[in-house]
Nanobody, 120 residues
Framework: QAQLVVSGGASVHPGGSLRLSCAAS????????MGWYRHAPGKQRELVAA???????NYADSVKGRFTISRDNAKNAVYLQMNSLKPEDTAVYYC??????????????WGQGTQVTVSS
């Protein structure tokens, strides 16, 4: 099966920037979609951004214009560039991938969370 390794979380001041990375490895025929989610205390987990194999992206309204998702298909990696960070962006961020496995077909894998804290 596939595994996702996430990195890049940190504590920053409001207005700062961070770049999250997520790399997939393992038994992967192709990756259909990769996405970033976040889970803040007291809130439901929400989709932050997603990118499809053809390059189409979508974003949560709250991050449009501030966050950018990108993908390196050769490396099976996805990135989330976060600019103009706000305290309300504080959350644990997760990466996931919808991919084709040689053994089970279309399936989903999640990476471990990484903490992003925005405070002054």
């Amino acid at each position: 099966q596939a595994q996702l390794v996430v990195s890049g979380g940190a504590s920053v001041h409001p207005g700062g920037s961070l770049r999250l990375s997520c790399a997939a490895s393992g038994s992967i025929l192709s990756i259909i979609r990769m996405g970033w989610y976040r889970h803040a205390p007291g809130k439901q987990r929400e989709l932050v951004a997603a990118i499809f194999s053809g390059g189409r992206t979508n974003y949560a309204d709250s991050v449009k214009g501030r966050f950018t998702i990108s993908r390196d298909n050769a490396k099976n990696a996805v990135y989330l560039q976060m600019n103009s960070l706000k305290p309300e962006d504080t959350a644990v961020y997760y990466c996931n991938a919808d991919y084709l496995s040689p053994s089970v077909g279309l399936t989903i894998v999640w990476g471990q969370g990484t903490q992003v804290t925005v405070s002054s």
